[in-house]
Each structure stands twice: as structure tokens, then as C-alpha cells.
């Protein structure tokens, strides 16, 4: 089968993954070596025992020895592979370092669009990396993007390990809170087999020295106390959240930074009403009816108010002088032209030609 697949141009599939658990410089098998360790560099992720590297790299760099590989090595940068693919490992590694680079975040881009442009502008960067496309150019926009935006670089990187240790912070503060629960939960436990055991001896002692009616009475006392016992043992030991101090928290939440408070005052209209520009409305309008208006229960009970009457009514007033005549009739003269009628050979010849 494997001469055929070989006459077809095909691989034949690996026996097991006995290749990955052989040294490719001094061809040692795992098989024969339990204990061996392979390791990886991220100068060109090539993997190898911990005996060669030991044997190759402790006086100093050196080539890698693998044929055809250029890069230098430092036993310093070994390190155990973290996936068995060793794509995703080479991937992982240089996003982890592109990530330390480009760590802006959204609230720094005036708009949404700019902040879409940027990853995908940065995700292009990492593409271009991992794959090996034109390498030193990618390689000098990374570096001089790091060069022109080193002070943003550090405070955002510093900004991210304050939020980090704030949230191991909590994180502590969350198991120390529990630790203290359990406790307490514990301690009330043996509280209450202590009291249970007490009360049972005290009720053996008074069922002894009394009659049989009120032994039975006392029996149902002390049971009926007991569970009344229990049930509030039983509501103290699962209180209404898992916070820290008593207050009920919900891990996982964004911390919020305190905004700016809007003053502006509340227009339900949006600025539509428009604005008067003709008269001023006064405090009050002497009138025999607005003195009614303002005193009778039946007109204010709805809510009606003289001064929006007056308002209504001086509104409706000086409506007219925004308009002017002149304007209007000149814009009347000014007819839109009429299209002349087709001569009556045309219309025929259109009304004949069903096509």
C-alpha cells in the first residue's frame, strides 16, 4: 500500500507520532529515554532534547543544528512547547509580542472606524510576521512604531498591570471573604451539634423525673424549639449573595470610569418649538376672564394655565410678520413652462405603434 501511494505522489500517514518523540540532532527516542525533555527556541522553533542543548549551547550561542537553519541560539531562550502543533506555538508567540507593541485601546480613536482600521492595520503586521512575508520591512515598521510611540507604549502597559493587580487584588479579597465564610460556617456547625447534644441529655434528665402526659408535653416542646432552631441556622448559612463585607457582587463586570454629568437642561421638543422673536410674554395679563381662569377648580383641575393661553394667543398674533407678500407673489409669477402639445400626425403615429 505505501508503494502505492508513493507511485501516486502521496504521503503515507505517520506511524503513531514516533517522529515527534525523536531528537533530530542526535536521534534519541523517547522510547529508550523516558525521562527525556524537548525543548524550543523562538529564534527558528526547531525542537531538540535537553541533553544536546546542554551538550551545543552551554559555552555560549551557536548555530542551530539543524541543516539549513541560519539562526543563532542562546540556551537561555529554551523553553518546554507549549502546543504540539508548533504553528500555533510560533503564532501565539509573536502575537504575544505584537500585543505588548500595539496596546491601544478603543477609548483612544475619535471614532469607530478608526479603531477598526488600527486592528485590522496591526493584524495585517502579524499575518505578514508569522508568515515570513518580506520580513525585515515588517520587522522596521514594527520597531519605528515602537520608536515614535514609546511613551504610550509605557503607559498603557503600565495602565494594564494596575489592572491586573487590582484584579488579583479582588480575587484575594473574594477567597479571603469565603475562607472567613467557611469558617464561620463551621464554627456555627459545632455550635449547633454542641447545643443539640445538650439538649437532648437535658431532655432525657427531665423525661426521668417526670410523668408520662408531661414528658410527651415536654418532648414536642423541645423538638418544636429545636427546629425552629435549625431553620434559622439553615437561612444564616445560605445568605442572598457571595460578596465581599456582605454586598452582593457579580465577578467578570468593566470597571466603569466616573463620567462627566450633562447640565444641559431636559428638552422634551429636542429645539423644535421655535423661538419667539416679536414679542415678550409677561408674568401676568390683567383681563376679567384670565382672573377667572386662574381661581375656578373645574379650569385648573386639568392642568390648564392662563399664561399658556396668553402665550397661545400672542403667538398666533404675530405669526403673520415673518411672511412677506412681495416675496410670495413673486415666486407665483414665476409660472413653471408648459409643454407644448405634439402635432396631430405624431399622435397618431404614437397612438398606431402598439410597440
Not at 50 to 76: H, N
Not at 93 to 120: G, H, P, S
Request: charged share 30%.
Amino acid at each position: 500500500m505505501s508503494r502505492g501511494l508513493a507511485r501516486n505522489g502521496a504521503s503515507a500517514p505517520s506511524q503513531g507520532g514516533q517522529d515527534e518523540d525523536i531528537c533530530p540532532v542526535c536521534r534519541s527516542s523517547r522510547y529508550l529515554n523516558p525521562t527525556m525533555r524537548f525543548l524550543v527556541n523562538p529564534e527558528c522553533y526547531h525542537k531538540m532534547c535537553s541533553s544536546c542543548i546542554d551538550r551545543l549551547f552551554t559555552s555560549g550561542p551557536g548555530p542551530c543544528p539543524i541543516p539549513g537553519c541560519p539562526a543563532t541560539l542562546r540556551k537561555a531562550r529554551f523553553r518546554p512547547q507549549t502546543f504540539s502543533d508548533i504553528t500555533v506555538e510560533k503564532e501565539v508567540d509573536k502575537r504575544r509580542m505584537l500585543a505588548k507593541i500595539f496596546n491601544r485601546k478603543e477609548e483612544e480613536f475619535e471614532t469607530l472606524r478608526d479603531w477598526n482600521d488600527y486592528l485590522q492595520e496591526v493584524e495585517d503586521l502579524t499575518f505578514d510576521l508569522i508568515h515570513g512575508i518580506s520580513p525585515k520591512e515588517t520587522m522596521a515598521k514594527i520597531k519605528q512604531y515602537e520608536l515614535d510611540n514609546a511613551e504610550s507604549i509605557t503607559a498603557n502597559n503600565s495602565r494594564a498591570k494596575d489592572d491586573d493587580l487590582s484584579y488579583e487584588s479582588r480575587q484575594a479579597a473574594e477567597r479571603a471573604a469565603a475562607k472567613r465564610r467557611r469558617e464561620a460556617a463551621r464554627q456555627h456547625d459545632e455550635a449547633e451539634r454542641a447545643e443539640k447534644t445538650e439538649l437532648r441529655y437535658n431532655l432525657l434528665d427531665k423525661l426521668t423525673t417526670s410523668e408520662a402526659s408531661k414528658a410527651k408535653m415536654l418532648s414536642r416542646e423541645t423538638q418544636n424549639s429545636f427546629l425552629k432552631k435549625s431553620s434559622s441556622a439553615r437561612s444564616w448559612n445560605n445568605p442572598p449573595g457571595d460578596g465581599l463585607d456582605g454586598k452582593y457582587t457579580i465577578r467578570g463586570l468593566k470597571a466603569i470610569s466616573p463620567k462627566d454629568e450633562d447640565l444641559t437642561p431636559f428638552d422634551p421638543f429636542g429645539g423644535a418649538l421655535p423661538k419667539q422673536q416679536y414679542f415678550t410674554l409677561q408674568a401676568n395679563y390683567e383681563y376679567p376672564w384670565l382672573d377667572e381662569a386662574r381661581k375656578a377648580p373645574k379650569i385648573t383641575a386639568g392642568g390648564y394655565k392662563a399664561r399658556d393661553y396668553c402665550a397661545r394667543s400672542l403667538f398666533e398674533a404675530f405669526a403673520g410678520l415673518g411672511v412677506f407678500l412681495d416675496e410670495e407673489l413673486d415666486k407665483q409669477d414665476q409660472k413653471p413652462q408648459i409643454a407644448k402639445p405634439l402635432p396631430p400626425d405624431t399622435r397618431e403615429s404614437i397612438a398606431n405603434d402598439v410597440f
